[in-house]
């Protein structure tokens, strides 16, 4: 694959053409003017939100103790890695920080309130990540349902490799879940057991703070943390992949339409047996 590049911030068009119609990753910096890239740090976790609870690892744990945590994660001795933390979930206050949304995410049906929580995405659409040296996403794996992400750094600094989806036959797909490959950490990958790894052609970028990384659908990824780090993860859908996004979730059109009128009759405070004589 060729090298990632970086570029400044760029229009909705220019992205639609140069990067989310022919599937192409890139590092855009400065993606929007957002207060968290200003406004978040560990100690801001660490003050306003010490007695929050995250799930880490299947436990509980108080956020506070977590940061603490994160602080003394080293290469030999890494904390695990909080992620895939749905943002709105567990901290809505801070989703105001990640406004107005960047015209490269530009249009988001996932984040669109007419998309209910029952379509597993909405509440989902951005995730938060927290680690420390040593930890990160080394398994390599595409995001499912066909989502494009952007993922933006705002503390820190994280390594990503990247793979084309044409070298899927060369990562070893699971048979049981096709996104996430049985290479578990590209640093380290037996070759003996997975030859076909030397044909790969991956690529490697560091994302620093106030960088956001577009993996478009399909492209394999994976991460490693080498600086204190904060980022988030938003996925989209709009009309580039919204039909194998319906199709790979089993939805059909219909069920869609459906799905949208309750949820504008939910958002407009009207029930859906009062206004069915006017909804024809
Ligand atoms: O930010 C990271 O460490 C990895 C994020 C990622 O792989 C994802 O969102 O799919």
Request: net charge negative; with cysteine.
């Amino acid at each position: 694959m060729d090298e990632i590049k970086k570029i400044n911030a760029i229009s909705s068009k220019a992205f639609y053409e140069e990067y989310l119609i022919p599937r192409v990753p890139v590092v855009i910096r400065n993606v929007a003017p957002w207060a968290a890239l200003t406004t978040w740090s560990l100690e801001m976790f660490r003050q306003r939100f010490a007695d929050r609870t995250i799930p880490l690892l299947g436990e509980l744990k108080n956020m506070g103790e977590f940061i603490n945590e994160v602080e003394c994660s080293t290469e030999e001795n890494p904390v695990p890695y909080l992620k895939e933390l749905p943002l709105a979930e567990y901290f809505p206050e801070l989703m105001k920080d990640l406004e107005p949304t960047a015209t490269a995410m530009t249009p988001n049906w996932l984040a669109n309130n007419l998309i209910p929580k029952k379509m597993g995405t909405r509440d989902g659409f951005c995730e938060l990540f927290i680690g420390g040296p040593g930890s990160g996403f080394f398994m390599l794996h595409y995001d499912a349902h066909y989502v494009n992400t952007f993922i933006t750094q705002i503390q820190g600094a994280k390594d990503f490799t990247i793979v084309a989806p044409d070298d899927t036959p060369n990562v070893y797909p699971r048979e049981d879940r096709p996104n996430m490959s049985q290479l578990k950490d590209l640093s380290n990958v037996n070759l003996q057991q997975f030859p076909l790894y030397e044909n790969a052609n991956p690529t490697n970028v560091r994302v620093e703070p106030g960088e956001t990384i577009f993996v478009p659908w399909g492209y394999w990824h994976a991460s490693r943390i080498v600086a204190p780090s904060i980022a988030v993860a938003i996925s989209t859908a709009n009309a580039e992949n919204w039909g194998l996004f319906l199709e790979d979730r089993s939805y059909s059109e219909n069920t869609i339409k459906k799905i949208v009128k309750k949820s504008i009759f939910k958002l407009a405070g009207v029930s859906e047996k009062i206004s069915a004589p006017f909804s024809q």
